[in-house]
């Protein structure tokens, strides 16, 4: 088993020099993905698989699931539904393999799990940096839990990317207390 620390995302140079709203929104999502991705601080790769309490969720489980969250939403973003699956449509098989996101799988590492979201991370924060604009729109998605007919802007979106992250950080931080004691905060 290997022990790995939790590096943060590389940030890219489009983002370095931003001021308010988007370096606001940049702000808040490297704030939660830091959180997200303490939680597995000095872990191994065993242990970031091992589930702690009743629900199916592991630590690297959620990072997985945040990456897969993260990317669909930024290519939402630009492509607009069509960067989605039709929800409605889903059969089995494809809730399946949504529910293995969130699981560690054979051969996967916490090393692989943390590269593959920085990379996602970075890509976010330069859409951030260069959309032309946040009002843009985009229709939702078919899917139950979405209005007919909405649609969302970039920059609620954003927030979305961000307030689900902070929501698995809070799930995380659960699993990773009962895992062995250890906090985020506190």
Known sequence: MTTTTTPAAT?????QNLTGERADLLAALEKQRHFLRFTTRDL???????RTCASELCLG??????????RLWAEFIVQGPSAMPDFTA???????????EFRMLPGET????????????????ELVATLPDLD???????????????????????LHIANETAQHAGHADIIRESLDGAKSMG
Do not use: C, N
């Not at 191994?44 to 091992?50: I, K, N, P």
């Not at 889903?90 to 293995?100: H, N």
């Open 61 to 70: 489980g959620l990072i997985k699931h945040v990456t897969s969250v993260e």
């Open 11 to 15: 940030t890219p140079a489009a983002t």
């Open 44 to 50: 191994t790769d065993e242990q970031v698989g091992l």
């Open 110 to 125: 916490l090393a692989g799990v943390l590269a593959a979201y920085a990379e996602v991370a970075v890509r976010t924060d």
């Open 90 to 100: 889903w059969t089995e098989e494809d809730f399946a393999r949504r529910a293995d």
């Open 136 to 158: 843009a729109t985009q229709p939702l998605p078919k899917a139950p839990w979405f209005e007919a007919d909405a649609e969302w802007s970039a920059r609620r979106v954003l």
